[in-house]
């Protein structure tokens, strides 16, 4: 199989500076774009994210926000800020792209050597709605799916989650997780351990130093991670970028 430079992608929701951000840096350092899901909703520029992402991407996944503006869940468990964000979404999308967000699904196996890599919006045991924030959310996903390396979104945290085999095979297997800053590497080849991956969120991180601020919004935070099928090297990005226009359209639109 040839080798692949693929920048992972995820939770974009509408915020096209965010993704034009992410693209234009990356350029030169990827050969494919696995997008992990949500590309709408909270954002002001829903139609924009779901063309763009429909061109560039050899992959995406459907996160709830997309399968809620596309009709196909209903908005039930969402908090009241993301009603109010659906229901925008929903009144400005065009009938092309509702039709687009309403045939994605949630989870898919992506072929990649030596094993293909479980693609999950949110955690894979129950992809549009399980969320990893910690080690014991993380026991539940790699008790409930079979895989080594998973790729998931949702949280809007970069995280890596890795669960290890003791060297020799005795004693239990140990979970660990941490935070991914930029530049953090994590190898996935070799032993026996098992993975999930987080690159974060393009266009909202929720991580206290990198949330999208009305103070920090010419200096906004997009995340996302490159990973390397031949090395099996992952790494951790993130670039600043203007969220200002951004900002001021989703107050104009009272998504703010």
């Not at 687009?100 to 709605?129: K, M, N, Q, T, V």
Request: hydrophobic letters at 40%; one cysteine or more; glycine letters at 8%.
């Amino acid at each position: 199989m040839t080798t692949m430079r693929i920048l992972v992608i995820s939770d974009i929701h509408a915020n096209l500076a965010a993704f034009t951000a992410v693209l234009n840096r990356t350029r030169e350092e990827r050969d494919r774009i696995l997008c992990l899901g949500d590309l709408v909703g909270y954002g002001p520029d829903p139609n924009e994210c779901v063309e763009l992402a429909a061109e560039v991407s050899t992959l995406i996944l459907g996160g709830n926000h997309d399968l809620a503006a596309g009709e196909v869940i209903t908005a039930r468990d969402f908090s009241p800020h993301a009603k109010k964000s659906l229901k925008w979404t929903r009144s400005v999308l065009s009938a092309a792209n509702k039709a687009r967000l309403s045939r994605l699904e949630p989870r898919h196996r992506y072929p990649c050597a030596p094993e293909p890599i479980l693609l999950s919006h949110g955690g894979p045991e129950d992809p549009l709605w399980s969320y990893i924030f910690s080690e014991a959310d993380a026991e539940i996903a790699f008790s409930g799916a079979d895989f080594s390396r998973c790729f998931f979104g949702h949280t809007h945290l970069p995280s890596s989650f890795i669960r290890r085999v003791p060297e020799g095979g005795a004693g239990l297997p140990r979970i660990t997780g941490c935070y991914g800053p930029p530049d953090m590497t994590v190898e996935t080849r070799g032993r026996n351990d098992r993975f999930l991956l987080n690159p974060g969120s393009v266009g909202f991180p929720r991580n206290a130093d990198e949330a999208p601020s009305w103070e920090r919004r010419f200096h906004a935070v997009a995340r996302y991670a490159l990973f390397d099928s031949e090395t099996g090297l992952w790494q951790f990005k993130g670039i600043e970028y203007d969220m200002g226009d951004t900002i001021e359209r989703m107050i104009q639109f009272g998504l703010w």
